[in-house]
């Protein structure tokens, strides 16, 4: 089955506890992206990448990083995390080579967050 | 700046026909696309418009006017199941996706 999966699902943390939540597709889709959601504010981009060792900067990058070393995989760390990232955090993909567009993506699941 | 404004909420009855319109102020633009999102989950893809015009896919229908900077999504015969936020999104760069704060649609019998 085609899908973006996420994990964890679900983390309570501390302040200052360097945390990675890991996304992985099995489309072989070369667009990977980050978002974060908060009530009343949609969804924001936090990092894309359009292939393989190429990450950008979205909306709101400060107090996360990413990396792309393989295809399939996209993941967020959060180097220090502080409570205002506490928040609902979505990976997504695209294929750009098989017809699809960065505008028509695949959601994972999401991942929750909650940073005391 | 930029910005996406799209109405909050809107209430309709089964069967009945709802537009959500968006404006959009962007540095840049390659394309409008619209997501919806039940409660609990993930956005999904319904619709894209990278040239003006209308896009109809099923019961719903997206529409784009880049001289207005204006674009909407029709949902037509409005079912419960279609209860749910939509957002719509502009593509304002290569790989930068900007999204609106989203539209709740409530669908009554």
């Known amino acids: 089955e085609a899908q973006v999966t996420q994990n964890p699902r679900y983390l309570i943390t501390v302040t200052g506890k360097k945390l990675t939540v890991t996304c992985s597709q099995n489309?072989?889709?070369?667009?990977m992206s980050w978002y974060r959601q908060d009530p009343g504010l949609g969804l924001r981009q936090i990092y894309y990448?359009?292939?393989?060792?190429?990450?950008d900067k979205g909306d709101v990058p400060e107090g996360y990083k990413v990396s792309r070393k393989e295809k399939r995989n996209f993941p967020l760390i959060l180097e220090s995390p502080s409570p205002n990232q506490t928040s609902l955090y979505f990976c997504a993909s695209s294929g750009l080579l098989s017809g699809g567009t960065v505008d028509t993506q695949y959601f994972g699941p999401g991942t929750r967050l909650t940073v005391l | 700046g930029q910005s996406l404004e799209q109405p909050s909420e809107v209430t309709a009855v089964e069967g009945a026909i709802v537009q959500i319109n968006c404006t959009y102020q962007t540095s840049g633009f390659y394309g409008l696309s619209w997501y919806q999102q039940h409660d609990g989950g993930a956005p999904t893809f319904l619709s894209y418009n990278g040239l003006d015009g209308l896009e109809e896919t099923g019961r719903f229908s997206s529409f784009l006017s880049r001289s207005d900077s204006y674009g909407y999504l029709l949902l037509q015969e409005l079912q419960m199941k279609d209860s749910a936020s939509y957002f719509c999104a502009v593509r304002s760069s290569w790989g930068k996706l900007q999204f609106g704060a989203g539209t709740q649609v409530v669908v009554t019998p």
């Open positions: 990448s359009m292939n393989v060792e190429v990450t």
């Open positions: 489309m072989n889709h070369e667009y």
